[in-house]
């Protein structure tokens, strides 16, 4: 592939590089949120899409080295070099340098770790679903440090700076953006 990679060819890398289901459903949903913050924007939805999708490329093969190896990946794969720059951008101050700058790349370190807080207030709900998730339970969720441990609050409150948005905003867009793939991403539930 040369130029911009494309949904299909990006989609076979994840399942190359992504065996986990719970991988590849955590990547379905950034790719989610990621095209509907690239409309509300005004920008490329495929771009911003495609790098939601393989944002953690290199993350299973490679735990250890997660954001240092996706550059060789996505080279190998005929990927610009702004593109795997905004791939890597996301583990700003965790386990990359490269500090996002673009829109895109703010967007991408501040939904990450929301989609799975998102993802886990959806699961705990009567109804495991994210289409009647409103944002009020996820910022209830929010104050809970126990509740979706992993989800580091710290990365996703300076994500929401970055982009000058309230995180119930953000919170809003994530729902949002996941709800289009509820179904892809196992949080359809039973409405």
Known sequence: MSGKPTREATW????EYLPSEQMRKHSLAVEAVMRHMARKYGEDEEMWGVIGLAHDIDYERYPEQ????APEILRGAGWPEDYIRA???????ICSNAEPITRL???????????????ASALVRPSKS???????????????????????RSVIEKGAAMLGV????????????????????GLKGNL
Do not use: N, Q
Request: glycine fraction near 8%; aromatic fraction near 6%.
């Open 87 to 93: 791939v890597i951008s996301h583990g700003w101050g």
């Open 130 to 152: 994210i289409l009647d998730l409103p944002v009020k339970s996820v910022t209830k969720k929010w104050k809970d440090r126990a509740f979706a441990a992993g989800a580091d």
């Open 12 to 15: 076979e890398l994840v399942k």
């Open 105 to 119: 790349e703010k967007t991408l370190y501040a939904i990450d770790e929301l989609t799975g807080l998102v993802a």
């Open 166 to 185: 309230e995180l119930p905003e953000l919170i809003g867009d994530t729902i949002d953006g996941m709800r289009s793939e509820a179904e892809a991403i």
């Open 66 to 69: 997660h954001c240092s190896r």
